[in-house]
Protein backbone atom coordinates (compact mmCIF):
# COMPACT_ATOMS: atom_id res chain seq x y z
CA UNK A 1 0.00 0.00 0.00
CA UNK A 2 0.86 3.28 -0.78
CA UNK A 3 2.83 4.94 2.33
CA UNK A 4 1.94 8.66 2.29
CA UNK A 5 -1.68 10.33 1.26
CA UNK A 6 -0.31 11.76 -1.97
CA UNK A 7 1.19 7.95 -3.01
CA UNK A 8 -2.35 6.83 -2.80
CA UNK A 9 -4.34 9.46 -4.14
CA UNK A 10 -2.21 9.41 -7.35
CA UNK A 11 -1.95 5.29 -7.46
CA UNK A 12 -5.95 5.17 -7.02
CA UNK A 13 -7.35 7.96 -9.71
CA UNK A 14 -7.79 6.28 -13.14
CA UNK A 15 -4.61 6.53 -15.38
CA UNK A 16 -2.35 5.80 -12.25
CA UNK A 17 0.77 4.16 -14.52
CA UNK A 18 1.00 7.49 -16.05
CA UNK A 19 1.11 9.60 -12.78
CA UNK A 20 3.27 7.47 -10.19
CA UNK A 21 6.19 8.29 -12.51
CA UNK A 22 5.78 11.79 -11.73
CA UNK A 23 7.18 11.45 -8.19
CA UNK A 24 10.27 10.68 -10.40
CA UNK A 25 9.80 13.88 -12.52
CA UNK A 26 8.63 16.43 -10.05
CA UNK A 27 10.47 17.46 -6.52
CA UNK A 28 7.72 16.97 -4.20
CA UNK A 29 8.03 19.07 -1.44
CA UNK A 30 8.06 17.17 2.04
CA UNK A 31 5.32 19.17 3.58
CA UNK A 32 3.01 17.09 1.31
CA UNK A 33 4.11 13.64 2.10
CA UNK A 34 2.37 12.68 5.09
CA UNK A 35 1.51 9.26 5.90
CA UNK A 36 -1.75 7.88 4.87
CA UNK A 37 -4.45 8.82 7.23
CA UNK A 38 -8.01 8.99 7.10
CA UNK A 39 -8.18 12.61 6.22
CA UNK A 40 -6.24 14.53 3.59
CA UNK A 41 -4.97 18.20 3.89
CA UNK A 42 -5.57 20.76 1.82
CA UNK A 43 -1.29 21.17 0.65
CA UNK A 44 -1.65 17.14 0.07
CA UNK A 45 -4.96 17.66 -2.40
CA UNK A 46 -3.04 20.96 -4.01
CA UNK A 47 0.08 19.36 -4.80
CA UNK A 48 -1.51 16.41 -6.49
CA UNK A 49 -3.96 18.62 -8.64
CA UNK A 50 -0.76 20.35 -9.25
CA UNK A 51 0.92 17.07 -10.32
CA UNK A 52 -2.28 15.90 -12.70
CA UNK A 53 -2.09 19.27 -14.26
CA UNK A 54 1.68 18.98 -14.72
CA UNK A 55 1.19 15.67 -16.73
CA UNK A 56 -1.70 17.28 -18.56
CA UNK A 57 0.52 20.16 -19.54
CA UNK A 58 3.31 17.48 -20.54
CA UNK A 59 0.97 15.20 -22.65
CA UNK A 60 0.12 18.76 -24.52
CA UNK A 61 3.46 20.03 -25.18
CA UNK A 62 5.77 17.62 -27.14
CA UNK A 63 8.79 20.14 -26.86
CA UNK A 64 8.40 20.32 -22.71
CA UNK A 65 7.80 16.49 -22.43
CA UNK A 66 11.37 16.07 -24.33
CA UNK A 67 12.72 18.35 -22.15
CA UNK A 68 11.64 16.57 -19.05
CA UNK A 69 12.60 13.53 -20.34
CA UNK A 70 16.27 14.39 -20.59
CA UNK A 71 16.22 15.71 -17.34
CA UNK A 72 14.86 12.39 -16.03
CA UNK A 73 17.46 10.94 -17.70
CA UNK A 74 20.33 12.76 -15.82
CA UNK A 75 18.91 12.28 -12.56
CA UNK A 76 17.24 15.64 -12.87
CA UNK A 77 13.73 16.92 -11.40
CA UNK A 78 11.74 19.50 -12.28
CA UNK A 79 10.75 22.14 -10.07
CA UNK A 80 7.48 23.25 -11.30
CA UNK A 81 7.11 27.06 -10.20
CA UNK A 82 3.68 27.85 -11.66
CA UNK A 83 0.71 26.84 -13.89
CA UNK A 84 -1.04 29.74 -16.23
CA UNK A 85 -4.53 29.94 -17.37
CA UNK A 86 -6.98 32.35 -18.93
CA UNK A 87 -10.16 33.48 -17.99
CA UNK A 88 -12.34 36.04 -19.95
CA UNK A 89 -14.25 38.45 -17.25
CA UNK A 90 -17.00 41.43 -17.94
CA UNK A 91 -19.62 38.98 -20.73
CA UNK A 92 -21.67 36.12 -20.94
CA UNK A 93 -19.89 32.78 -20.36
CA UNK A 94 -22.53 30.51 -20.04
CA UNK A 95 -23.26 27.91 -16.84
CA UNK A 96 -19.45 29.48 -15.63
CA UNK A 97 -18.38 31.46 -13.06
CA UNK A 98 -16.68 34.71 -15.31
CA UNK A 99 -13.07 36.09 -15.24
CA UNK A 100 -10.99 34.59 -11.88
CA UNK A 101 -14.38 33.54 -10.11
CA UNK A 102 -14.27 30.03 -11.72
CA UNK A 103 -10.88 29.58 -10.32
CA UNK A 104 -11.07 31.12 -6.88
CA UNK A 105 -13.78 29.11 -5.91
CA UNK A 106 -10.98 26.56 -6.40
CA UNK A 107 -7.60 28.13 -5.45
CA UNK A 108 -9.18 29.35 -1.96
CA UNK A 109 -10.32 26.32 -0.46
CA UNK A 110 -7.10 24.64 -1.43
CA UNK A 111 -4.95 26.70 0.85
CA UNK A 112 -4.43 29.79 -2.13
CA UNK A 113 -4.00 33.46 -1.35
CA UNK A 114 -3.77 36.11 -3.75
CA UNK A 115 0.27 37.05 -4.17
CA UNK A 116 -0.33 39.69 -6.54
CA UNK A 117 -1.95 41.67 -9.36
CA UNK A 118 -0.14 42.41 -12.95
CA UNK A 119 -1.78 44.99 -15.21
CA UNK A 120 -1.41 43.53 -18.54
CA UNK A 121 -2.62 46.55 -20.20
CA UNK A 122 -0.80 46.02 -24.00
CA UNK A 123 -3.33 42.85 -24.31
CA UNK A 124 -6.23 44.34 -22.54
CA UNK A 125 -5.93 41.88 -19.66
CA UNK A 126 -5.27 41.52 -15.76
CA UNK A 127 -2.97 38.95 -14.34
CA UNK A 128 -3.48 37.68 -10.93
CA UNK A 129 -1.24 35.59 -8.78
CA UNK A 130 -1.90 32.85 -6.28
CA UNK A 131 0.50 31.30 -3.95
CA UNK A 132 -0.20 28.36 -1.35
CA UNK A 133 -0.54 29.58 2.28
CA UNK A 134 1.16 26.92 3.58
CA UNK A 135 4.34 26.61 1.69
CA UNK A 136 4.18 29.49 -0.78
CA UNK A 137 7.77 28.93 -2.11
CA UNK A 138 7.42 25.08 -2.75
CA UNK A 139 3.97 24.58 -3.67
CA UNK A 140 3.42 25.84 -7.23
CA UNK A 141 1.62 29.04 -8.09
CA UNK A 142 -1.75 30.12 -10.20
CA UNK A 143 -1.18 32.97 -12.45
CA UNK A 144 -4.70 33.54 -13.64
CA UNK A 145 -5.51 36.48 -16.43
CA UNK A 146 -8.36 37.88 -17.13
CA UNK A 147 -9.16 39.36 -20.71
CA UNK A 148 -11.60 42.26 -20.46
CA UNK A 149 -13.77 42.03 -23.65
CA UNK A 150 -15.48 45.73 -23.54
CA UNK A 151 -11.80 47.03 -24.58
CA UNK A 152 -12.45 45.62 -28.15
CA UNK A 153 -14.91 46.17 -31.03
CA UNK A 154 -18.37 45.70 -31.10
CA UNK A 155 -18.05 42.72 -33.30
CA UNK A 156 -15.55 41.58 -30.80
CA UNK A 157 -17.83 41.45 -28.20
CA UNK A 158 -20.70 40.02 -29.90
CA UNK A 159 -18.44 37.21 -31.00
CA UNK A 160 -16.77 36.49 -27.53
CA UNK A 161 -20.89 36.32 -26.12
CA UNK A 162 -21.67 33.81 -28.49
CA UNK A 163 -18.75 31.47 -27.80
CA UNK A 164 -18.44 31.95 -24.31
CA UNK A 165 -22.58 31.57 -23.69
CA UNK A 166 -21.94 28.19 -24.31
CA UNK A 167 -19.42 27.56 -21.34
CA UNK A 168 -20.85 24.51 -18.75
CA UNK A 169 -19.59 24.34 -15.35
CA UNK A 170 -17.57 21.59 -14.77
CA UNK A 171 -18.01 21.45 -10.94
CA UNK A 172 -21.66 19.61 -9.72
CA UNK A 173 -23.17 20.61 -6.38
CA UNK A 174 -21.49 17.08 -4.49
CA UNK A 175 -18.09 18.84 -5.84
CA UNK A 176 -19.17 22.43 -4.53
CA UNK A 177 -20.10 20.68 -1.55
CA UNK A 178 -16.47 19.05 -1.12
CA UNK A 179 -14.65 22.90 -1.76
CA UNK A 180 -17.02 24.58 0.79
CA UNK A 181 -16.07 21.17 3.38
CA UNK A 182 -12.51 22.04 2.65
CA UNK A 183 -12.63 26.12 3.11
CA UNK A 184 -13.75 25.33 6.34
CA UNK A 185 -11.99 22.23 7.91
CA UNK A 186 -8.69 22.24 5.49
CA UNK A 187 -9.18 18.44 4.96
CA UNK A 188 -11.36 16.08 3.43
CA UNK A 189 -11.73 11.69 4.10
CA UNK A 190 -9.48 9.94 1.68
CA UNK A 191 -12.71 8.83 -0.44
CA UNK A 192 -13.76 12.54 -0.76
CA UNK A 193 -10.46 13.75 -1.77
CA UNK A 194 -10.30 11.12 -5.03
CA UNK A 195 -13.54 11.87 -5.70
CA UNK A 196 -13.36 15.57 -6.19
CA UNK A 197 -9.40 15.77 -7.48
CA UNK A 198 -10.53 14.73 -11.46
CA UNK A 199 -13.58 16.96 -11.50
CA UNK A 200 -10.86 19.75 -10.58
CA UNK A 201 -8.73 18.63 -12.82
CA UNK A 202 -11.45 18.99 -16.09
CA UNK A 203 -12.06 22.54 -14.89
CA UNK A 204 -8.74 23.08 -16.29
CA UNK A 205 -10.51 22.92 -19.79
CA UNK A 206 -12.32 24.19 -22.78
CA UNK A 207 -16.00 24.56 -21.19
CA UNK A 208 -17.18 26.11 -24.61
CA UNK A 209 -17.95 25.15 -28.09
CA UNK A 210 -15.27 25.55 -30.43
CA UNK A 211 -15.19 28.80 -33.00
CA UNK A 212 -16.32 28.44 -36.85
CA UNK A 213 -13.57 29.73 -38.72
CA UNK A 214 -14.88 33.02 -39.32
CA UNK A 215 -15.58 33.75 -35.19
CA UNK A 216 -11.59 32.58 -34.65
CA UNK A 217 -10.45 35.03 -37.09
CA UNK A 218 -12.79 38.11 -35.87
CA UNK A 219 -11.03 37.24 -32.76
CA UNK A 220 -7.27 36.88 -34.05
CA UNK A 221 -8.12 40.49 -35.57
CA UNK A 222 -7.97 42.13 -32.48
CA UNK A 223 -6.53 39.75 -29.76
CA UNK A 224 -4.36 36.54 -30.13
CA UNK A 225 -5.12 35.92 -26.07
CA UNK A 226 -8.64 35.48 -27.01
CA UNK A 227 -8.32 33.78 -30.53
CA UNK A 228 -6.64 31.31 -28.06
CA UNK A 229 -9.13 31.03 -25.25
CA UNK A 230 -11.76 30.06 -27.95
CA UNK A 231 -9.46 26.78 -28.62
CA UNK A 232 -7.71 25.90 -25.73
CA UNK A 233 -10.56 27.66 -23.04
CA UNK A 234 -9.02 27.24 -19.04
CA UNK A 235 -6.02 24.78 -19.93
CA UNK A 236 -2.92 25.51 -18.49
CA UNK A 237 -1.56 28.26 -21.03
CA UNK A 238 1.58 27.05 -19.83
CA UNK A 239 3.72 25.35 -16.62
CA UNK A 240 6.86 26.72 -15.76
CA UNK A 241 10.61 25.16 -14.26
CA UNK A 242 11.94 26.74 -12.14
CA UNK A 243 15.85 26.45 -12.80
CA UNK A 244 19.17 27.62 -11.65
CA UNK A 245 19.93 29.63 -15.01
CA UNK A 246 17.48 30.47 -17.43
CA UNK A 247 20.21 31.56 -19.83
CA UNK A 248 21.92 28.81 -19.05
CA UNK A 249 18.79 26.26 -20.01
CA UNK A 250 18.13 28.39 -23.37
CA UNK A 251 21.32 28.04 -24.64
CA UNK A 252 21.52 24.74 -24.30
CA UNK A 253 17.83 23.86 -25.32
CA UNK A 254 18.50 26.15 -28.53
CA UNK A 255 21.72 24.12 -29.30
CA UNK A 256 19.06 20.97 -29.39
CA UNK A 257 16.83 22.88 -32.32
CA UNK A 258 14.02 23.52 -29.92
CA UNK A 259 11.85 26.54 -30.78
CA UNK A 260 12.71 28.85 -27.49
CA UNK A 261 11.81 32.42 -27.05
CA UNK A 262 15.24 34.60 -28.40
CA UNK A 263 15.10 36.53 -25.73
CA UNK A 264 15.20 36.53 -21.82
CA UNK A 265 12.20 38.44 -19.93
CA UNK A 266 14.12 40.11 -17.00
CA UNK A 267 11.35 41.94 -14.03
CA UNK A 268 11.89 45.36 -13.16
CA UNK A 269 13.40 44.40 -10.04
CA UNK A 270 15.80 42.33 -11.78
CA UNK A 271 15.24 39.32 -9.97
CA UNK A 272 12.96 37.13 -11.96
CA UNK A 273 14.09 35.99 -15.14
CA UNK A 274 12.11 33.96 -17.95
CA UNK A 275 11.90 32.55 -21.27
CA UNK A 276 9.74 29.75 -23.19
CA UNK A 277 9.62 27.69 -26.03
CA UNK A 278 7.39 28.72 -28.30
CA UNK A 279 3.58 26.97 -27.97
CA UNK A 280 3.10 23.71 -29.83
CA UNK A 281 0.42 23.73 -32.74
CA UNK A 282 -2.46 21.78 -32.09
CA UNK A 283 -5.78 20.37 -34.19
CA UNK A 284 -9.32 21.48 -33.73
CA UNK A 285 -12.42 21.17 -35.69
CA UNK A 286 -14.22 24.29 -36.86
CA UNK A 287 -16.68 24.62 -39.25
CA UNK A 288 -16.17 26.74 -42.52
CA UNK A 289 -18.90 29.29 -44.27
CA UNK A 290 -20.95 26.42 -45.37
CA UNK A 291 -20.40 24.28 -42.13
CA UNK A 292 -18.77 21.81 -42.70
CA UNK A 293 -16.21 20.37 -40.09
CA UNK A 294 -12.62 21.13 -40.95
CA UNK A 295 -9.30 20.11 -39.44
CA UNK A 296 -7.33 23.44 -38.50
CA UNK A 297 -4.14 23.90 -36.64
CA UNK A 298 -3.82 27.02 -33.98
CA UNK A 299 -1.25 27.52 -31.53
CA UNK A 300 -1.77 25.20 -28.47
CA UNK A 301 -0.02 25.79 -25.01
CA UNK A 302 3.81 25.73 -23.89
CA UNK A 303 6.46 25.04 -21.92
CA UNK A 304 8.11 27.93 -19.43
CA UNK A 305 11.64 28.43 -17.52
CA UNK A 306 12.33 30.99 -14.67
CA UNK A 307 15.01 31.79 -12.52
CA UNK A 308 14.18 33.21 -8.91
CA UNK A 309 16.34 35.03 -6.69
CA UNK A 310 16.57 35.42 -3.04
CA UNK A 311 16.25 38.99 -1.21
CA UNK A 312 16.41 40.47 2.47
CA UNK A 313 12.49 41.33 3.40
CA UNK A 314 13.35 44.61 5.16
CA UNK A 315 10.10 44.32 6.58
CA UNK A 316 10.04 41.31 8.54
CA UNK A 317 14.36 40.85 8.25
CA UNK A 318 14.15 37.37 6.72
CA UNK A 319 15.60 35.88 3.61
CA UNK A 320 12.73 35.17 0.61
CA UNK A 321 12.41 33.84 -2.41
CA UNK A 322 11.27 36.28 -4.78
CA UNK A 323 7.60 34.63 -5.92
CA UNK A 324 6.75 37.78 -7.54
CA UNK A 325 5.37 38.01 -11.01
CA UNK A 326 6.15 41.20 -13.61
CA UNK A 327 3.98 42.62 -16.53
CA UNK A 328 6.49 42.70 -18.77
CA UNK A 329 7.43 39.33 -18.35
CA UNK A 330 4.02 38.27 -18.67
CA UNK A 331 3.32 40.33 -21.35
CA UNK A 332 6.42 38.91 -23.57
CA UNK A 333 5.79 35.55 -22.36
CA UNK A 334 1.93 35.63 -23.67
CA UNK A 335 3.43 36.46 -27.50
CA UNK A 336 4.63 32.20 -27.45
CA UNK A 337 0.53 31.57 -28.45
CA UNK A 338 0.11 35.13 -30.79
CA UNK A 339 1.48 32.76 -33.75
CA UNK A 340 0.23 35.82 -35.90
CA UNK A 341 -1.24 33.58 -38.38
CA UNK A 342 -4.86 32.86 -39.47
CA UNK A 343 -5.42 29.38 -38.39
CA UNK A 344 -3.77 26.84 -41.12
CA UNK A 345 -5.54 24.28 -42.60
CA UNK A 346 -5.00 20.55 -42.03
CA UNK A 347 -4.04 18.50 -45.07
CA UNK A 348 -6.38 15.80 -45.54
Same mark, same amino acid.
Given at each position: ?? +????????????????????????? *????????? +???? +??? /?????????? $?????????????????????????????????????????????? /??? $????????????? !???????????? =??????????????? $??????? @?? $???????? *?????????????? @??????????????????????????? *??????? @????????? #????? /???????????????????????????????? #???????? &???????? !???????? =???????????????????????????????? #??? &??????????????? !?????????????????????
Amino acid at each position: MP +STNLHFMLASLPGAEHSMPLFDVLH *VPPSTLRPR +SDAV +SRI /EIAQALNMLL $FEKLLKAVPHGNDYVADAVRVGSKVRFDHGALRTVLGISTGMLPAG /EAA $FTRILRPLGYRLN !GVYPLQRLSMTG =RAYAHEDAPEDIAQF $FVSELHP @HH $FSATFQTT *VNKILATSQDPLDA @HSKQLLQHLSTHRSLAGTEALALLPVL *VRCFDRQ @HSLPTIAEY #RTLLA /ESAEMAWISTEGNAFNHATDRVADVAAVADAQ #RQLGRPIK &DAIEVSRN !GRVRQTAF =RACPVTRMMQDEDGTPVEMQVPGSFYEFISRE #RYL &DEDTQTDKLDLSFDS !GNAQGIFKMTAAAAPPVLVDA
